[in-house]
């Protein structure tokens, strides 16, 4: 992702706060895999996200955020 595409959808998150759980998790840990050439399959099991986010009150889902770090750094070692 480009800094300026990065950029921008900090600004949209802090101007649109996330307010809800509707957040589709697996879709942002894909995100991530691809920018380093890896898929959640590469994982040889299964990953599954438990609890929903935001957990406090905040413009960027920090829960969400360190999870998806979580689990890709888990699936490069797999």
Known sequence: MLP????????NAIAAPASSAA??????????????????ADSGG????????????SPLRLAGA????LVAKSVAVA
């Not at 957040?23 to 959640?40: C, K, N, Q």
């Not at 990953?47 to 957990?55: K, L």
């Not at 360190?66 to 770090?69: G, V, Y």
């Open 4 to 11: 300026s595409a990065l950029e921008a959808r900090i600004r």
């Open 23 to 40: 957040y589709d998790i697996e879709s942002a840990l894909d995100e991530v895999l691809a920018g380093v050439g890896l898929r959640r």
């Open 46 to 57: 299964r990953i599954e996200f438990v609890g929903a986010d935001p957990v406090v009150p």
């Open 66 to 69: 360190a999870s998806i770090a």
